[in-house]
């Protein structure tokens, strides 16, 4: 169990070396000693997810889409966070490492 805090210095640890997936970002939650605010699993996700950002990851794509771990144009917090959201409630199944995006340290 974690703080969010150090699940963040974690992942930027991490991402020396190589981009943490959607997935990682999903069970890191689950280990969290405190839960994010939100009123629901969507706006606890993004309110990390934010954290995230705020700390300079950038979301990318796959590494195995076309073309791989191509920055998302969609910068700033409010508009990662927005399309986020969208593509999250647009699931029709659980998340995979294919799904939403990565996120890269530069």
């Known amino acids: 169990m974690t703080t969010m ?4 210095s974690r992942f930027w640890e991490y991402a020396k070396t190589d981009d943490v997936t959607f997935p990682s970002v999903l069970d ?3 280990d969290l000693t405190e839960v994010p605010p939100g009123n629901d699993d969507t706006e606890r996700m993004l309110h990390f997810v934010g ?16 073309p791989p771990s191509a920055p998302w144009p ?26 939403l995006c990565w996120f890269h340290r530069p």
């Open 5 to 8: 805090r150090d699940q963040t």
């Open 28 to 30: 890191a939650l689950r």
């Open 51 to 66: 954290l995230m950002l705020d700390q300079g990851f950038v979301p990318v794509s796959s590494p195995y889409a076309d």
């Open 74 to 99: 969609e910068q700033g917090n409010a508009d990662v966070l927005q399309r986020l959201r969208q593509e999250w409630e647009a699931l029709d199944h659980d998340v995979t490492f294919l799904d």
